[in-house]
Nanobody, 120 residues
Framework: QVQLVESGGGLVQAGGSLRLSCVASGSIFSIGTMGWYRQAPGKQRDLVARITRGGSTSYADSVKGRFTISRDNAKNTVYLQMNSLKPEDTAVYYC??????????????WGQGTLVTVSS
């Protein structure tokens, strides 16, 4: 069993910054791609950013130049540094990871979500 636990959400004023963290733990052999998605009220869950084990990154157009994703493979941890936050960034942010378990099975899992609220 694998768990993803996020932290770092909260309330911030527009123009401010937050850093989200997500740690994967459990019966993990290897973590592949990790990423962050977000879901605003009444909307679908959309990709924010993702990063491969080798460090290749991709971002949603709406966050390019403001958000930075990074990871620490030794700690099975992914980070999302969010700068110049806007009210439209308000959403529940979910961590995502895929990889292989110790039992050599494919894993794909989501965190429980952390709320980010940006006030105008």
């Amino acid at each position: 069993q694998v768990q993803l636990v996020e932290s770092g959400g909260g309330l911030v004023q527009a123009g401010g910054s937050l850093r989200l963290s997500c740690v994967a733990s459990g019966s993990i052999f290897s973590i592949g791609t990790m990423g962050w998605y977000r879901q605003a009220p009444g909307k679908q869950r959309d990709l924010v950013a993702r990063i491969t084990r080798g460090g290749s990154t991709s971002y949603a157009d709406s966050v390019k130049g403001r958000f930075t994703i990074s990871r620490d493979n030794a700690k099975n941890t992914v980070y999302l540094q969010m700068n110049s936050l806007k009210p439209e960034d308000t959403a529940v942010y979910y961590c995502y990871a895929n990889g292989v378990t110790e039992g050599l099975r494919y894993l794909e899992d989501w965190g429980q979500g952390t709320l980010v609220t940006v006030s105008s």
